[in-house]
């Protein structure tokens, strides 16, 4: 377990320093890892901007720009269902034509699976504007590095165990005219290994963090700053602290076409007020982001493009400092979008993002609203309440099926396989239950 430890120290620390030695390495680097797939692709960079949920790990301050609900998931694939079906039929078909292979592109691929196959890295975001008191948001990071089988010195083996690690968060945010300013406070817990492994000391740890940012937005040109895991340091048993991955961001979006649009509109050189940016668009992202310890280093700089074609699909590109290049593409399907990013060799990132306010389903012709709810009954369960706009309510069906999916997936206990099943059943016929009768 140690190995795997200190090779992920590796992977998100700088590496200027020539010895651990001369600069103490930050525990749970898990923190640091990129999230969000469109950020990904774009070389991880999203401190300046970003338009959903999984975008308040770069910058808190993002979320003062909601005015919905809004759910993501990453690298967690829907419950068993049309919705997973028709997203793994399309994952294979992308596969194919852009990354030609299949083995790694899946709902839920192994994190750097040419290191450690077992290694997942799972985030999860939801957005709930309250009108005049902000917008609040619930997050959710899980890494693992998968199974761990123990032998002692002779080679005998003792057992095997799951290392994990995770931060749940609660962030608040608010908009004053163009400027969003939020942060986060996350409970961090840390498990590298069980006490039944007697050499060894200190295998769990916890401690609490928080977040700062603020973002502005002005017609296509956009930037912001933030603090991240600002907090006391994690301890494990009676081994020293280890200090958090703090660090300081900063960053630019650029959107040269709504620039434009701006600019156009404010003449009245279009008529019927066309907005160019709905056809095409184009940004450009640069982060730049700083260790506390030793801020003189540029540990992390990444930068990125993204073309939009008519608001449906989205090409991005991008590089990563010593992760080399990124690329990833994005399908808006209404409610749900599909994205999907590819880094540092094999990575992926697999992101679904929910937003019921773009329902076509508010609308006062009953059979449209009867169709739509009937075609989204065993998508997942909440679709059908997704679909009628009811992001909350979806979410409480749509959430337990995504745990219990985690456990049908990925056990090999038939009993626990059939009881997982079961419950994503019963909650499909619950959730199907209550979209037919408050129609």
């Known amino acids: 377990m140690s190995a795997c430890f200190f090779i992920l120290l590796s992977l998100f620390t700088n590496p200027v320093p020539d010895t ?30 970003s338009d959903h949920p999984l975008g308040i790990k770069y910058n808190p301050g993002a979320i003062g720009f909601f005015d919905n609900f809004q759910l993501a998931i990453m690298n967690q694939g829907p419950p068993p269902g049309t919705g997973r079906f028709l997203e793994n039929s399309w994952l294979k078909g992308l596969s194919f034509l852009l990354y030609d292979e299949t083995e790694n592109l899946t709902p839920e691929p192994p994190w750097l699976g040419w290191l450690i196959y077992g290694m997942r890295y799972i985030h999860g975001t939801a957005i709930y504007p309250l009108k005049n008191y902000g917008v609040f948001g619930l997050n959710y990071l899980y890494f693992t590095t998968g199974l761990v089988e123990v032998t ?21 945010g608010k908009c004053i005219k163009r400027l969003g300013m939020g942060f986060t406070m996350k409970y961090v817990y840390s498990f590298l290994f069980p006490d039944w492994i007697e050499w060894a000391e200190g295998g769990s740890g916890h401690t609490g963090a928080i977040d700062f940012g603020i973002q502005y937005r002005l017609k296509g040109l956009n930037g912001g700053i933030s603090l991240l895991n600002l907090g006391p340091r994690i301890k494990y048993g009676d081994r020293a602290w280890d200090r ?29 007020n066309l907005e160019l940016h709905n056809i095409i668009n184009i940004k450009y992202n640069l982060d730049r982001s700083y260790d506390f310890e030793y801020p003189d280093a540029d540990i992390w700089h990444g930068s990125g493009w993204e073309f939009k074609f008519f608001n449906y699909f989205s090409y991005r590109s991008g590089s990563f400092e010593w992760m080399g290049k990124s690329n990833g593409i994005g399908l808006n399907l209404g409610i749900y979008t599909i994205d999907v990013a590819k880094y540092y060799g094999d990575a992926y990132h697999v992101q679904v993002t929910i937003n019921p306010a773009l329902s076509n389903y508010a609308t006062d012709d009953y059979t449209k609203r009867k169709v739509f709810t009937l075609s989204s009954l065993f998508i997942a369960p909440g679709s059908a309440q997704f679909y009628k706009g009811e992001g909350v309510k979806g979410s409480l069906f749509f959430i337990p099926g995504l745990i219990l999916s985690n456990y049908y997936f990925n056990t090999k206990d038939e009993s626990k396989k059939f009881l997982s099943l079961a419950g994503i059943g019963l909650l499909y016929f619950s959730s199907a239950l209550e979209a037919l009768i408050n129609r």
């Open 20 to 49: 651990i030695e001369q600069v103490e390495r930050p525990g749970v680097p898990f923190l640091s890892i990129p999230a969000g797939a469109p950020e990904t692709g774009m070389g991880s960079s999203g401190t300046g901007k």
């Open 244 to 272: 958090l991955p703090t660090r300081f961001n900063w960053g630019i979006s650029i959107e040269p076409v709504v620039i434009l649009d701006s600019i156009l509109l404010k003449d009245k050189l279009f008529a019927n």
């Open 152 to 172: 002692d010195p002779q080679g005998n083996y003792l057992g095997s165990f799951y290392s994990y690690d995770y931060a749940i968060g609660i962030t608040y």
